[in-house]
């Protein structure tokens, strides 16, 4: 069995950025945001507050070891079981990475940091920077994102336009739409008039086609999603589901792995993650592929989520 890694995981196909593997630069869950829909559960610590939260070096010391044992990627990302941006070493960080490798880097963002300078500064290292959008007004921003009391919208837009002027990488915006919450006409014109501000070079919609926490997120329709990126522009997209991109043998076998663990028994995330030793990142990309061919669904008890494969009847006729 292969060595536990302790900051990257994966290669996972993503549905955005290919086969990525991922770098978690913050502990599970440090975020400046507490967003509804979060598959990771709740923020146990909303903060604003940059630090050292994970030792840089030892980072880069894993990932040399994985480059040196053949790594194929499409893209290096950084994101974490939180916000990255609240590293305070992220800069470096990248640096480092583009010392020993030529694979582009990729930073999921919430973007909400990237009003301060140091915070652009260090994303503009990147070659890809992926922050989100979810809300064209206070109301919805708080509704939907539940903010640290320091982060407001209108600093979240403007600093994304500063950002644009100053990086001259790829910006992806993401737009999370949760039905009843921000897919009204009036919220969708004002994400709009955002997205017009910040000139991303994608826009890129997605909705609840995985797990939360909470209860009552509700998943966009397809036909929506897509009258919705029409109204947005030609930059928009709808993100495809990740069954459709490549998939190698070895992911292969730990998405096996994670089914037939969910046929022995229902597990929580952290179960399937401490069971299998993988991330939760990654465990959550294959419980979120097999929700979406109904093999596996999911059910709260006390405020955690459980998952579990659907038995198929089987037709003996
Ligand atoms: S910003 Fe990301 S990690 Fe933070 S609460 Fe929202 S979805 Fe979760």
Not at 76 to 93: D, K, V, Y
Request: aromatic content about 6%; hydrophobic content about 35%; glycine content about 6%.
């Amino acid at each position: 069995m292969a060595e536990e890694k302790k900051y990257l995981y994966g290669p996972v196909p993503s549905r955005r950025l290919g086969l990525s593997l991922g770098v978690d630069i913050v502990p599970f869950k440090v975020c400046t945001l507490d967003c509804v829909y979060c598959q990771l559960g709740k923020t146990s610590e909303k903060t604003t507050e940059r630090k050292e939260y994970v030792p840089a070096e030892a980072v880069l010391a894993e990932l040399k070891e994985t480059l040196a044992q053949g790594l194929q990627a499409d893209f290096i990302t950084i994101s974490g079981s939180g916000e990255p941006t609240l590293n305070l070493r992220l800069g470096e960080l990248i640096d480092g990475i583009k010392k020993v490798t030529d694979i582009p880097v990729a930073v999921l963002t919430n973007g909400t940091l990237l009003y301060r300078q140091d915070v652009r500064t260090n994303c503009a290292k990147a070659d890809v920077v992926l922050p989100s959008l979810d809300a064209g007004d206070k109301q919805a921003f708080e509704e939907i994102n539940r903010p640290h009391k320091d982060i407001i919208i209108e600093n979240l837009i403007s600093g994304l336009c500063v950002f644009r002027n100053e990086f001259a990488g790829s910006i992806w915006l993401e737009v999370f739409l949760i039905e009843g919450l921000n897919t009204d006409a009036r919220q969708i014109a004002k994400i709009k008039n955002a997205i017009k501000r910040i000139q991303p070079d994608k826009v890129q919609l997605n909705t609840a086609v995985r797990p939360t926490t909470h209860a009552g997120i509700k998943r966009v329709d397809t036909e929506k999603l897509e009258a919705i990126a029409a109204e947005l522009g030609k930059k928009c997209e709808v993100v495809a589901d990740f069954s459709q991109g490549r998939c190698g043998k070895h992911i292969e076998s730990k998405a096996e792995d994670v089914l037939s663990m969910l046929k022995r028994r229902p597990c929580s995330l952290n179960e399937i993650c401490s069971g299998l030793g993988i991330h939760h990142n990654e465990a959550l990309k294959y419980i979120t592929h097999f929700q979406q061919q109904r093999m596996v669904d999911s059910s709260e008890k006390d405020g955690t989520t459980f998952f579990k494969a659907i038995r198929r009847k089987i037709n003996t006729d």
